[in-house]
Structure formats: structure tokens, C-alpha cells
């Protein structure tokens, strides 16, 4: 979904848009004079500058070896059907979706089925986008917001080793930055298989002392179902800025509406005795909209002694989803479909103070940090009869506030040794009116300190040795905390669980360009949870699983021969089990014990340009005693175009080039279809990959 270069761009650097990465990147971002190399997401306009050299660690060290920064302009040459899967250019990340496209995606990482958030805490210019306590799923990150021609870079960090990172971020962190300015303004049409239309404008004019930036979406999307997405989105991007991001301020608006259809996961056995087709429904009701707001502003000072960040932002948010996963099964004659909603107004800050000293003679840099958010929930669940609700299963206001503190320490004892020390204490504290049953309101609150370190040995031949261990956590739905009986059935009791659940990691890695051109990076890691605690939102219940490890490796590769040409291969391997025996069996569901994928980029500042992505995720066992498993999901996509010397630019989007008949998702179940038993029928149920399909986009730039 890339049209121009807009992001710190001249229009003879378009050599810089489709082959960035590796060595460019590091040579026109992040330069400051922090002995230990770049800032915390912060990045500098210089001079057009063409790089064609491979980076070196020491203009961009990496604290861990499967910590990676990627710029927007190598986001923007992957060919994806959807926003979210422009993430999967962190290494082991796969992005599906289940639902219809306004929904939040499923996320897969290190091992770990992280329905739509869980564990993968997802940032955008210091806001979270991760939900706690949200009406679908615990840490819901929905990003169907993101513009992607907007991204200035992508930070991704994996294991709780960070003392920066919070909640959510046991598996990984991705920090997004959207441009402060475009140096290029442009706009864009898109016209694709199943009803796919998509406008984009984009641009940036001088303001006084600074820069005024603009920005606006449509799409309109039917897709391959029997029963239409009718997809209508809106986006709209405003921000003020002055100055850098080390040294600046900005002030940005955000808005985005959303509604549409949805064509959930179907039943096998229908699909195998042909009275579904493969893009039917059963319930053609479902789907949902969505709406979400935001004012945030950011403010940084950096110099030779230190720096300073602040980070504040309000966010309103709503969501109202459809879903009938069970069809028939707990009524007959209505049917099984649930309303979820959820209505929200976050409120945050979050502060640092970086300070560069000595140490025992020694070069260090100590950072001090908080991180507050402030959750007014309004969140329900009802049954629901083509989008009617009859019956409240459960209603509550939740407030919910977090209080995060952090202090790290990185000290160059050599020039081959370089130690990190760090330890974060966080205070969630929430308050729970069940207005449909007062038996569950109630308060709670937890405190978790999570120590960090991580030491890097290097560079030896400009080839880096890591090791990284620490706690990390994530919270569970307030609700959970405070239940006391099933909201379905009063007379049952139910065990509340903790708010906070600790996880522990540790890794080992080297990352080496010893060969010209060639960054590669290999990590080993370990990550364990004392329970993989989940509320359960279609249900409106808690259950608790049990312990859980995961050990896992990771192989990324990025290579660039030439100024035109690139090359890239990620992949991991994971074993999930619980940690603990049990007669019904080890397996994780949905935990993947493969992900991969790779690519090349061709292309030059002008003319004929191209990308070719294969991604690939592994089977996962569906129920613990392994006795169901799903198998491989691989696609192939493609992009062609063409840069001519006016600045027009025209690219033909190819996605899954075999038509490869695969699923997005499965998941084994329970479910009734009209005619079967009362008890249901146990089965696969499963959401497919879309066929084949084309976008073809004009762009000018001007």
C-alpha cells in the first residue's frame, strides 16, 4: 500500500523509498550525540544524503539481538492487503484476520497466539493502542487506523528485557512514529478486486515556526464473501510541529469512523457436505463499527548531556461487534449472536529524563521514567437477534488507573562491554459498578516490580554477543479481578483472579554485518508465564490456564547487494507447552511453532520497481491433548510499477499469487447448525484465506 516517498524524502532519494533498510537507514535517522548511539525513537532532517553502504553497529547499536529498527520507507515497499500486516515487517510477526476488516487482527509471535493484543503491546507516537478491560479481548490493539504512507519508522523489541516497556509487552513491543513533516506532498487513487477503492491525500505546508501536516483516507471495501464486508472507512491526520524529534514539539489530531459486515469463522463439516461455500456465513448479521479520537503532543530536548521527553494524549474510543460463533447451540430458535461493546476516554502522560555522565571514569547514561494512564470504561455484553439486542448478560463502568515507574542505567565499562541495568515498578489500582449484578462490583488493586539486564559483547569484527533476561507482566480484565459469580448463572461461583501476571524471559543472540551487505542476527530465547490468565469476553466469565514455557529461535537476515536490489529471510521456531503435567494434555492452543517469511525489493529512484513476499505460518495444535492441529498457511504477494521523471507513479498490488487455499484462522469447538443434535458438534471452524486479488494505484507527487 506505498505510493510516494513522503517521509523525510527528497524526490532523488526514491532509491531510499524502495530498497531503505540496512545501510540507508542508518546513515539520514537518529543521529545525536549519545555515546551509546541513537536516541529513544527520536530521528533528524538532514540533507538529502544517498547511502548505499551496509550499516555498522556502531552508528546503530541494537541493546538485544532481536531488537530492530525499520523505517517507513521500508515499510512502504511491502505489498499488503491491510494496515496490519505492514507490522509483520518485525521479524517472526504474522497478522491475520478473522473477521471483517475493521475488527482488530490476530496476532502471532514468538509462540504465542495473541488473539487481537494480548502480550504484543503496540504503540503509535507514545499512545497505546493496546485495551485493558476491553469488551472483546483482553489488550485488543486494533490499528486498522494506521495510514502507512504516514510511518516514519517502526521499533521492535521482543521479551520483557525493557524497562520502557509496560503492559502487554511480554512477547514484544512495536513503537510507530508518524512523520513530524512530508517533504513530499501527494495524492492517490486505488481501485482493486472485490469492490476495493481507496483515496489518499497527503501533505505538509509551512506554519509560522513550524509545519502544518494533513492528512485524509476513504476506503471502501466488499471483499470475496458471500455476504459483503460493505467496508466504510474514514481517516483523517492533522499535526502541528516545530522542530525535530529530539529537539521539538508537535501537536496532532487523529480521527477515524469505521463500520462494516463480517464473515466470521464457518464450520468444516458445512463447507464439506456443500451447504456452505468456502466464503459463506451462517449468521450474515454480523460485523460491527467503530470510532476512535485522539489529541496527543509530544515535546523533546536533547543535547550533549542528556534528554528529555514528554508525552501526553487523550483518547475516545467506541466499538460495537457482532459475533455468532456457536450458531445455534444455546438457542435454537434466535440464535447464538452477542453484541460487545465497549465506550472509552483514555487519558496519559508519559516522561523521561535521559542523563549522560561518567561512572567510575566510565561513560553511562542513566534514564529515569514514569508512565500513568487513566482507562473510564463503559463496557457490556448482550444476546442479540440480528443486531437487536433482547437480553443484558452483563453491563459495567470501570475505571481503571496505572501508575508505572522506571529507572535504567547503561554503562560502557570497554570498548567491547557494554552493561544495562534496569527495574520498573508498576501500580494498577480498578474499580468495578456491575450495574447488571452488584454481586461482581468491587475493587482491586496489584503492584509488580520487574527487574532487567542485558549485556552486549562487541563489536568483535563488527559481530555483537547479547544476553538479556527480566520480568515483564500483563493485566488482566478488571472484571476478572472482581467476579465473584457467573453472570449467566448467579448461583455458580467463580474464583477471581490476579490483576497483574507476572512473565519472565531471557534470550541470547549475535548480530554480525562481517559480510559486506549482509545483516544477520540470531537469537535463542526463553519465556515463561506463571499462567496464562484470560477473561473471557464472549462468555463474560474468567478462566484461568496454567503455566506455561516457551523456547524458541530466531533467524533474520537482511542482505543488499546493490544500491537497487535487497533481499530478506526471517525465520523462528518455537516449542509451547505448559509447564506443568496434566492428564488432558501439554499442548498451548493456537500456539504456532513456525513463522517465516522473506522477500526481495528491486527498484531505483526512477522507473521499473518491484517487491515479491512469501510468509508462512506453522501448524498449531487446537485442544491440549494435540490431537487437532491446523496446517501451514503460506501466501505469496506481489508489487510492479513504475516511477516516470513527472513524479506519476502507478503500481499493480498482486495478493496470494497461487490462490492459495489456506485459513487465516482456526479454531476447534463446539457448535449447532440448524437440524443437529442439542448438544452440537465438535469441529474445525476456520476463516480463509481470500483468493487472488489485484489493486492497481495511480499516485503524482508534487
Known amino acids: 500500500m506505498h505510493y510516494f516517498p513522503l517521509v523525510h524524502t527528497k524526490p532523488l532519494l526514491c532509491t531510499l523509498l524502495l530498497v531503505a533498510g540496512g545501510a540507508a537507514e542508518a546513515q539520514i535517522q537518529n543521529q545525536s550525540p549519545d555515546p551509546f548511539g541513537p536516541g529513544t525513537g527520536a530521528s533528524t532532517v538532514l540533507p538529502a544524503v544517498t547511502v548505499t553502504a551496509p550499516r555498522s553497529l556502531e552508528s546503530e547499536p541494537t ?109 514484544g513491543s512495536l513503537r510507530l512514529a508518524y512523520a513530524s513533516r512530508l517533504e513530499t506532498n501527494v495524492v492517490s487513487a486505488t481501485g482493486g478486486s472485490f469492490g476495493y477503492w481507496r483515496g489518499l491525500a497527503a501533505g505538509s505546508m509551512a506554519v509560522g515556526p513550524g509545519f502544518l501536516t494533513a492528512a485524509g483516507e476513504v476506503v471502501f471495501y466488499d471483499g470475496p464473501w458471500q455476504a459483503s464486508d460493505a467496508l466504510r472507512k474514514f481517516n483523517a491526520f492533522l499535526r502541528y510541529s516545530e522542530g525535530t524529534r529530539d529537539n521539538g514539539l508537535a501537536i496532532t489530531a487523529l480521527a477515524y469512523t469505521n463500520s462494516w459486515h463480517s464473515t466470521d469463522q464457518i464450520p468444516v463439516r458445512a463447507v464439506s457436505d456443500g451447504s456452505l461455500s468456502r466464503f459463506g456465513a451462517v449468521d450474515q448479521t454480523d460485523g460491527g463499527n467503530t470510532q476512535r479520537y485522539s489529541l496527543s503532543m509530544r515535546w523533546s530536548r536533547t543535547d550533549d548531556r542528556g534528554a528529555s521527553l514528554v508525552e501526553a494524549y487523550g483518547i475516545y474510543s467506541t466499538l460495537n461487534l457482532f459475533n ?98 534496569g527495574v520498573r515498578g508498576d501500580l494498577f489500582m480498578a474499580s468495578v459498578d456491575s450495574t447488571t449484578l452488584a454481586a461482581n462490583s468491587g475493587y482491586a488493586s496489584a503492584f509488580l516490580a520487574s527487574p532487567k539486564a542485558g549485556v552486549v559483547f562487541g563489536p568483535f569484527e563488527k559481530t555483537e554477543f547479547y544476553l538479556n533476561g527480566g520480568f515483564g507482566y500483563h493485566s488482566n480484565d478488571a472484571r476478572g479481578a472482581t467476579i465473584t459469580v457467573n453472570p449467566a448463572d448467579p448461583t455458580q461461583p467463580i474464583a477471581a483472579v490476579p490483576l497483574l501476571v507476572q512473565s519472565k524471559g531471557a534470550e541470547i543472540g549475535v548480530r554480525s554485518q ?114 487437532v492441529w491446523t496446517s501451514f498457511t503460506t501466501t505469496l504477494n506481489g508489487r510492479l510499477g513504475y516511477i516516470f521523471d513527472n513524479g506519476i507513479k502507478l503500481n499493480l498490488d498482486v495478493f496470494n499469487i497461487l490462490n492459495t487455499q489456506a485459513s487465516q484462522i482456526d479454531y476447534f469447538y463446539t457448535s449447532r447448525l440448524p437440524g443437529e443434535p442439542a448438544e452440537g458438534v465438535a469441529d474445525l471452524h476456520f476463516h480463509p484465506v481470500e483468493p487472488t486479488a489485484f489493486r492497481l494505484t495511480l499516485a503524482k507527487a508534487f
Open 324 to 421: 455468532n460463533f456457536t450458531y445455534f447451540l444455546d438457542n435454537p430458535d434466535l440464535g447464538d449472536q452477542f453484541q460487545q461493546v465497549d465506550k472509552r476516554k483514555i487519558l496519559g502522560l508519559n516522561a523521561s529524563q535521559a542523563l549522560r555522565h561518567k561512572l567510575a571514569g566510565f561513560l553511562s547514561e542513566t534514564t529515569v521514567g514514569t508512565q500513568i494512564r487513566y482507562d473510564d470504561i463503559g463496557v457490556g455484553l448482550f444476546n442479540t437477534f440480528q443486531r437487536t439486542a433482547y437480553n443484558t448478560v452483563r453491563y459495567d463502568q470501570v475505571s481503571e488507573s496505572s501508575v508505572g515507574l522506571y529507572l535504567k542505567n547503561t554503562t560502557a565499562w570497554t570498548d567491547w562491554l557494554k552493561v544495562t541495568l
Open 63 to 171: 541493546d538485544a539481538a532481536s531488537e530492530k529498527r525499520i523505517s517507513g520507507e521500508t515499510l512502504n515497499t511491502r505489498p499488503v492487503p491491510r494496515p496490519g500486516e505492514i507490522l509483520e515487517a518485525a521479524p517472526g510477526l504474522i497478522v491475520t484476520q478473522h473477521s471483517g476488516e475493521g475488527k482488530a487482527n490476530q496476532y502471532f509471535l514468538r509462540g504465542m497466539n495473541l488473539d487481537h493484543g494480548t502480550d504484543l503491546a503496540i504503540w503509535l507516537d507514545g499512545m497505546p493502542i493496546n485495551m485493558r478491560t476491553h469488551g472483546h479481548g483482553q489488550g485488543y490493539a486494533d490499528v486498522n487506523f494506521l495510514i502507512p504512507e504516514l510511518l516514519e519508522q517502526m521499533i521492535v523489541k521482543k521479551g520483557p528485557y525493557w524497562a520502557e516497556e509496560s503492559d502487554f509487552a511480554s512477547a
Open 514 to 627: 562481517a559480510i559486506k551487505g549482509w545483516d544477520t542476527s540470531l537469537a535463542v530465547f526463553l519465556l515463561d508465564f506463571n499462567s496464562e490468565l484470560v477473561f473471557l469476553g464472549d462468555a463474560g466469565t474468567t478462566e484461568a490456564s496454567r503455566p506455561s514455557r516457551r523456547i524458541g529461535v530466531e533467524w533474520t537476515n537482511s542482505y543488499r547487494p546493490t544500491s537497487w536490489a535487497s533481499f530478506d529471510l526471517d525465520l523462528a521456531f518455537t516449542r509451547a507447552r505448559f509447564s506443568d503435567y496434566s492428564p488432558e494434555g501439554n499442548f498451548i492452543p493456537g500456539a504456532p511453532d513456525f513463522a517465516g517469511s522473506g522477500g526481495i525489493t528491486l527498484g531505483a529512484d526512477t522507473g521499473w520497481f518491484g517487491a515479491l513476499r512469501v510468509r508462512s505460518l506453522g501448524p498449531r495444535p487446537l485442544t491440549t491433548d494435540g490431537s
